[in-house]
């Protein structure tokens, strides 16, 4: 099973330094994806519309891969079926 991940951060947090999402998304397993935000403390990413945006062209990125990973699935399956 694949697990996309989104990294979001403030560049101007003062709670937690940015630099804690960069080592996160080092660190992660592929596919994953960071978006640091200039002018943004903390929690105050969320208010961004260009945040917003983000987030949702994620999800839908996310659920369009998951369509195409459940149709090639789908075509496995009936492809083994006809066996």
Known sequence: MTVLILFIHGLE???VPYQHSKMLYQKANAPKE???VERV???LTLEEIAVQQKILQFINQTLDQSAMDLGEGLKMKEY???E
Do not use: K
């Open 13 to 15: 947090d003062q709670i």
């Open 41 to 43: 403390a903390h929690i």
């Open 80 to 82: 083994l079926s006809n």
């Open 34 to 36: 960071l978006y640091l």
